[in-house]
């Protein structure tokens, strides 16, 4: 985001504040810089924008009318923004219930849960019909391994519920570079590196990450394919 | 995998036309191989992932090898109101497979598909896209089978 | 010299299947026969909406309609019509509670109320024949339009007339041009939306099919309006008729220089190709359609910037469906006061205060003529069901009608006189989405149709946002509850609340209408709903947990019929003594109710 008045500025009331914003920011961004909190699952400043989780949506109230809008991408403009309202704090409920229909041990979810209000046990299930699973499809893995690694190891497979996290065709990665950025970014922890026998393994997409040391240098983890290359980089034959 | 390098110079090799590229693929070798979508991914430059994301997102690829006969039950409105889910039912039942199903032997295989556009005649069944079969009784699956059969010389 | 005769044959995909196209082989020989080709013209038209009937012939300029036209009969029709000049009676149209045939086609019920806009052309041309159109007075208003408007003129006509888009969506389609004309941007799309995805609905179709030009014609004037060089129709995988008829069209208007570079000789250049889909319900919804054409998943995003300003390729997008593009040449033919004399409301100064113009619905289920049928915004519901449709056959009672497809829910009989009209139906908690109008009568459970559309959501939605992917599962899994008789009351309850839910945290217009049919069915069938729960019935004796099959013996006359067909061998008894079902292996499949000649069969 341009830190330039691009379009002018925009006074905008936030929760009751008013402020001035500069036109192309996002309604998130604006909250945050007062200091308004506004939760996220599937935002982050590191790449783009997906609006899936929803869990930022904030009413905007307009010439009388409101309306429910996502506060990532929706821009600032002459509106009043609530973000906890009576109905936007039930939204925020009723989307972490969602999650936990096929989430329900998680630790995170539960605790937003806990956070918007939910009492008692959350009121929907489907994890008998479509089985348990920590991912929630927010794609944050998929955007920062596309537009901050390059690598675009990860992506989406299917659609509706049967949508999924999966490398290509769904079987194993060849361009994994095991750099762990879409375990760090996952707001579920719903990818897992394990070390095995000193192999770190991705598990979400069954990759099994084969990296082999080189004995020169022994700091050098790399894929068995890459080898070739790096030996005609530097010369050096394998084994040594 | 010289038909894929056809087809993908037959659309001008260009990224945006990968859903055409990918239909003219199942046109020819009734499904998508694993090995055509690794050549269009590596020609057009576009990841694997996104590949697998489109060939399997809409409804029209199959990575799996598909009947000869694809016998499609349409269960649009039109069709629902006069009794498509038997019509599914009783063809299950006739080619022993589930909906989504291929039949071992790799003749038929059992789909539904949203609307024809063929309201008029409701119920409709279509083999492999082509022919329209309308005004289908459930009752009839058998022979309908059996008539796709001969065709086989069975 | 002229035929005296034209005889129109239909094509459309439902014709076709009912082997229209050997009625048409069949009638070429026998006028060749008889020596008659220089005298009686056979053309292959488009759809004629009443695929009921067909294979459908129309024999102009007397506009008599034959219906269900078989190769055999060709002779007779032949002899009787053509050659001593009477229609032939036998194949002539009945009217389905009996009387006498009606040769005039304008004189049939299923015709006689319809206002052709849209479908002007329909029966009337070949739809292979740039010519037929342009004879029609096809093109005309793209040659007024170059010659003697401007662009801004061009918007302010389409924004007087009111027309509002007829892909569901009824934004008005002057608004969005001009905004379009307003981006900022050298490169403008103008697109079509051919997707047609709501099962039911083929109004699109026999459009693309039957009459492309005017799609053409429509997408060249929006071009010349907000200044784009380069257009695309989308069409749904499904439509390969459609794709053909549409390119053939494309190649037939460059030709004549209607199309490409210097259109009537005029600096204005405007080239369309086709795009095709790859099946996904969703693509419908605009900017999934955009991502589709550019080679990516349907996957909806966020319309906060809006696509005309930001669309296909980022760049400034005007995406208007089929049926909003034809009728756009007669709206400058005939001009904006005309088009919005027809329907209802004032769009003097608001171009959202009424409904104008008129409306192709897809009229089908428990109606006696379905089809296609185009009426003035402003007809009763009453008035499209009982007259135009010809009632509800079989004597069966009107239960509800289910208007705008999966976005759509359903009305009962007490709003039987609403008018049609896309503010009124939202108001009562449908919507017109693409013109899907579904008669369902007593033998339909408002449960079972409700589970229908979420499941065909829930299948078709893309899966990116929370509330859609998973809310509308939820609706479908208490559906199934429901319809199975082991829900509670609360969850039923608590239905509302989740469907309220879904429709205002969702992404894209999928996810925000699918929960319509079960606010609908909870708001005018809260009784047959509950019931289900409650007593653990079926009104309707659909619901196969709730019901169960009986022979009745005193008219069962032991054919052994149901016995054959019962796929469980539940069925047993002598010849020509009455049979028993065996009630604990009874899957309730209905073979043995569809087999039944004596309605013997007995669902409660």
Redesign the interface.
Same mark, same amino acid.
């Given at each position: 985001m341009s830190e330039e008045n691009v379009g002018g500025m925009v006074t905008m009331t936030i929760d009751g504040r008013s402020g001035e914003f500069p036109a192309d920011m996002t309604i998130l961004e604006a909250a945050r810089s007062m200091g308004v909190e506004i939760p996220t699952l599937c935002y982050s400043e590191a790449v783009s924008q997906?609006? *899936?989780?929803?869990l930022c949506?904030v009413e905007i109230v307009r010439r009388g009318r409101s309306r429910?809008?996502?506060s990532c991408?929706?821009?600032v403009g002459p509106f009043e923004v609530r973000t906890d309202s009576a109905g936007i704090r039930?939204?925020r409920r009723?989307?972490v219930e969602?999650?936990l229909?096929?989430n329900p041990k998680s630790p995170e979810l539960n605790a937003l849960y806990a956070k918007f209000g939910g009492t008692g046990k959350p009121?929907?299930t489907?994890a008998s019909?479509?089985g348990e699973t920590k991912c929630?499809?927010c794609g944050l893995c998929?955007r920062v391994c *596309?537009e901050v690694i390059g690598a675009?190891?990860?992506?989406? *497979?299917?659609?509706? !519920? *049967?949508?999924k996290v999966?490398?290509?065709? !769904?079987r194993w990665s060849?361009?994994c570079i095991g750099c762990g950025s879409c375990v760090y970014v996952c707001p579920t922890n719903a990818i897992a590196v394990a070390d095995i026998n000193s192999v770190p393994t991705g598990h979400v997409w069954k990759h099994e990450q084969d990296h082999r040391q080189c004995r020169t240098c022994a700091s050098i983890h790399a894929q068995p394919e890459y080898f070739p290359d790096m030996q005609a980089l530097t010369l050096r034959p394998e084994g040594e | 995998m010289e038909k894929v390098i056809e087809i993908i110079e037959s659309w001008g090799g260009r990224k945006d036309c990968l859903i055409e590229m990918l239909q003219d693929v199942q046109g020819h070798y009734n499904y998508l191989p694993e090995e055509a979508l690794g050549v269009i991914s590596s020609r057009l430059n576009i990841p694997l992932t996104q590949v697998t994301h489109v060939a399997t997102f809409y409804s029209a690829f199959s990575l799996k090898p598909q009947g000869k006969y694809r016998v499609a039950v349409c269960t649009g409105t039109s069709c629902y109101v006069k009794g498509a889910t038997q019509i599914v039912e009783a063809f299950e039942r006739e080619l022993k497979v589930q909906a989504g199903e291929t039949s071992p032997d790799g003749l038929f295989s059992l789909q539904t598909f949203g609307c024809k556009g063929c309201c008029g005649i409701a119920p409709v069944v279509t083999v492999n896209d082509d022919e329209v079969l309308g005004r289908v009784k459930s009752t009839k699956a058998a022979k309908i089978v059996k008539e796709l059969r001969d065709r086989e010389g069975h | 010299m002229d035929a005296r005769l034209h005889v129109m044959v239909c094509s459309g995909t439902g014709c076709v299947s009912n082997n229209s196209l050997p009625v048409r082989d069949a009638l070429i020989e026998e006028v060749a026969k008889r020596g008659l080709q220089q005298e009686v013209r056979v053309v292959l038209t488009g759809c004629h909406g009443f695929c009921a009937a067909g294979p459908v012939v129309l024999v102009q300029p007397d506009g008599v309609f034959y219906q269900q036209m078989g190769p055999k009969d060709v002779p007779k029709l032949v002899e009787e019509h053509f050659v001593k000049g009477r229609p032939y009676t036998a194949k002539l149209y009945v009217p389905p509670a009996g009387g006498q045939p009606i040769p005039k086609l304008m004189d049939i019920a299923f015709f006689k109320d319809q206002l052709l806009i849209a479908l002007r052309n329909r029966g009337m041309i070949d739809a292979e024949s740039i010519e037929d159109y342009i004879s029609r007075g096809g093109y005309q208003a793209l040659a007024k339009v170059l010659t003697s408007m401007t662009p801004d003129e061009v918007v302010t006509e389409i924004t007087k007339s009111g027309l509002r888009g007829r892909g569901g969506g009824g934004f008005p389609t002057g608004v969005k041009w001009a905004s379009c004309r307003k981006a900022k941007g050298d490169l403008k799309y103008v697109l079509c939306n051919g997707d047609e995805g709501d099962p039911g609905a083929f109004m699109d179709r026999s459009i693309m099919e039957g009459d492309p030009h005017s799609v053409l014609e429509g997408m060249c004037i929006a071009a010349y309006a907000i200044g784009s060089t380069e257009g695309y129709v989308y069409v749904r995988k499904e439509y390969p008729l459609a794709v053909q008829r549409i390119q053939i069209a494309i190649k037939q208007a460059t030709e004549y220089g209607l199309l490409g570079d210097n259109i009537l000789g005029k600096p204005f250049s405007f080239g369309i190709k086709v795009r095709r889909g790859g099946g996904a319900f969703v693509c419908g919804e605009s900017t999934a359609l955009m991502a589709s054409i550019e080679g990516k998943p349907g996957e909806p995003r966020a319309k906060y910037i809006h696509t005309v300003e930001q669309g296909l390729w980022e760049r400034p997008s005007c995406l208007n469906n089929v049926e909003t593009f034809a009728n756009v040449p007669v709206i400058i033919d005939r001009g904006a006061e005309w088009f919005a004399s027809i329907g209802t409301g004032d769009v003097s100064t608001d171009p959202w205060g009424g409904s104008k113009g008129t409306k192709v619905f897809s009229l089908a289920g428990s109606v006696a003529n379905t089809g296609l049928v185009e009426v003035p915004m402003g007809i009763s519901l009453r008035s499209i069901i009982y007259n135009v449709g010809g009632g509800i056959p079989d004597d069966k009672k009107f239960k509800a009608v289910q208007t705008g497809g999966p976005s759509g829910g359903f009305l009962p009989e007490s709003l039987l006189d609403l008018p049609v009209d896309f503010d009124r139906l939202v108001e009562a908690g449908s919507m017109m989405g693409s013109g899907g109008m579904v008669v369902l009568d007593e033998d339909s459970c408002i449960v079972d149709v409700a589970k229908y559309f979420l499941r065909f959501t829930a299948d078709e939605s893309c899966g990116k946002c929370t509330p859609c992917r998973i809310g509308n599962v939820i609706l479908l899994d208490t559906l199934e509850k429901i319809a199975k008789g082991t829900a509670t009351l609360e969850e039923i309850n608590r239905l509302e609340q989740v469907a309220t839910d879904v429709k205002q945290l969702s992404l894209c217009g999928l996810g925000k209408s699918a929960p319509n049919p079960v606010l609908t069915a909870l708001r005018y069938f809260r009784e047959e709903v509950e019931e289900h729960v409650r007593e653990h019935k079926c009104r309707a004796g659909v619901c196969r947990d709730l019901i169960t099959f009986s022979i009745d013996p005193k008219t069962c006359t032991g054919c052994t019929l149901c016995a054959k067909s019962c796929p469980v061998n539940c069925i047993t008894g002598e010849r020509k003594q009455p049979h028993v079902i065996d009630d604990e292996k009874c899957t309730r499949c209905g073979s043995c109710r569809t087999v039944c000649n004596f309605k013997s069969v007995v669902v409660q």
């Open positions: 997906y609006g *899936a989780c929803r949506t429910y809008v996502i991408m929706h821009p039930d939204a009723t989307l969602f999650f229909a096929r009121p929907y489907l019909q479509f929630i499809l998929v *596309a675009s190891a990860v992506g989406f *497979a299917r659609r509706g !519920m *049967a949508k999966a490398a290509g065709m !769904m060849e361009t | - | -």
